[in-house]
């Protein structure tokens, strides 16, 4: 069987699926989707959203997925080894594929990246008994959840999301990767498979918030944060109860993620709701060797993982 590539410089909208949200058209317009990569001679054919990059100091470019768990519009029962594809029309040095959580691996091999935490409601709860204990002080001292479906959210609980959601990244230090802005985050409540939950106490304002969206017979805990002034009564153990609660009504399961490190306090929080785990893949292609290799030429103590290495800091 022949295999080959090629780019349609569609937006993605060739591997656009309204009913799975890291492949809607509202989030591959929010992450700046270029393009639609196609492999041909796969059995079904693979449509894969990616973002065309130009390299600096090169005439050449590469390509990565958006952000999250978008994989390809399809599931190969065979996935194809990425030596097999012609890569040639494509014009990228090299290609960095995210793969669907929970099966479904768009081509072979690839890397594993983490072992994300899983909450089946389908069965027995896996909610550590001291944080049962601790949502429900919570709820003794009056905190709500309320969940709304994405389009439908308020613009001040929109806003109030954007406020905890802001703390928190400036409390971590976080990255500029997730400094989203209010348009980033409005476009994504656009999509039917989006939901915004926020956790308050009664009269008050809220003290943190989640964005939940629907994927590929996932719920997942997509992004969240908690108001400075809320930190010491943790409503986020809430919001992870009332997220577990929503996935069981629309019959998924919840993937909560992992820490930034594996075995980090943020990855033990999230063990603590879990039942069950499933792998976190990608897959580092390189395209042109040749190029990828002129390219990566002098680069000194790459990262392990990083790819591609002519991308490493420094």
């Known amino acids: 069987m022949s295999l080959r590539a090629d780019l349609n410089a569609d937006g993605g909208r060739s591997a656009s699926d309204p009913a799975e949200f890291f492949r809607s058209p509202e989030f591959l317009e929010a992450e700046g989707v270029t393009h639609t990569l196609a492999v041909h001679g796969a059995a079904p054919r693979l449509l ?13 470019l590469d390509a990565i997925s958006p952000y999250g768990y978008p994989g390809a519009s399809v599931v190969p029962p065979v996935p194809p080894e990425p030596a097999d594809v012609n890569w040639s029309a494509t014009g990228l040095v ?37 944080l049962r204990e601790q ?77 939940a969206v629907a994927s590929d017979h996932h719920l997942h805990y997509f992004l969240g944060g908690t108001r400075d002034a809320a930190l010491a009564d943790s409503p ?32 033990a929080f999230k063990r603590g709701f879990a039942n069950a785990a499933e792998s976190f893949v990608t897959h580092e292609i390189v395209c042109d060797g040749a190029a990828y290799e002129e390219l990566s030429a002098g680069r000194l103590a790459v990262p392990e993982g990083f790819f591609p290495a002519y991308r490493a800091p420094g």
């Open 94 to 130: 090299s290609l960095f594929v995210r793969d669907r959580i929970g099966g479904g691996a768009c081509f072979a091999g690839g890397t594993e990246r983490a072992q994300v935490h899983i909450a089946d409601p389908r069965i027995e709860s896996g909610v550590r008994k001291r």
């Open 48 to 60: 894969i959203p990616v973002i065309v990059r130009p390299i600096e100091g090169a005439d050449r």
């Open 236 to 267: 986020m153990k809430n919001l992870f109860a009332a997220m577990t609660s929503l996935a069981g009504e629309l019959g998924l399961r919840l993937h909560l993620g992992g820490g930034v490190e594996a075995g980090d306090s943020l990855d």
């Open 135 to 211: 949502i429900r002080r919570n709820e003794r001292r009056g905190w709500r959840v309320g969940a709304e479906p994405g389009p439908q959210a308020e613009p001040e609980d929109v806003r109030a999301f954007e406020l905890a959601y802001g703390e928190t990244m400036a409390r971590t230090g976080a990255s500029g990767r997730y400094l989203y802005d209010s348009a980033y985050l409005a476009s994504l409540l656009t999509s039917p498979t989006a939901w915004l939950l926020l956790a308050g106490l009664e009269g008050e304002e809220p003290g943190a918030g989640a964005i």
